[in-house]
């Protein structure tokens, strides 16, 4: 079952933009906290950027001040999730995904997508 489908992605120079975009299918993320997570070749995967149900936004480190999330929860049945980039690096490059934040009555291990890889090279 698919439940979050991210696009996005793509090869972009160093200095470059990029929007990621993430369609939760299912009533029941529009409940939780959601963030963008990535995973670098040979790195585990990390929580880059979230947002709560109150909308309060939150930053790793190596991304405050490039990156910017938002959703949409308008439509219940289908909420969003954006992530845009700027002054991407190389060491952006990774595979992103969408996905709830850990909290009670919910994990995220239980909803991984495909993500959408990202690239940043000259």
Known sequence: QVHFVESGGGLVHPGGSLRLSCVALGSVFSLYGMGWY????????????SVTTDRNTDYADSVLGRFTISR????????????????????DTAVY??????????????????????TVSS
């Open 97 to 118: 995904y969408c996905n709830v934040l850990k909290a009670e009555g919910i994990d995220p291990n239980d909803y991984w997508g495909q993500g959408t890889q990202v």
């Open 38 to 49: 990535r995973q670098a070749p040979g790195k585990q995967r990390e929580l880059v950027a």
């Open 72 to 91: 949409d929860t308008r439509d219940s049945a289908k909420n969003t999730l954006d992530l845009q980039m700027n002054s991407l690096k190389p060491e």
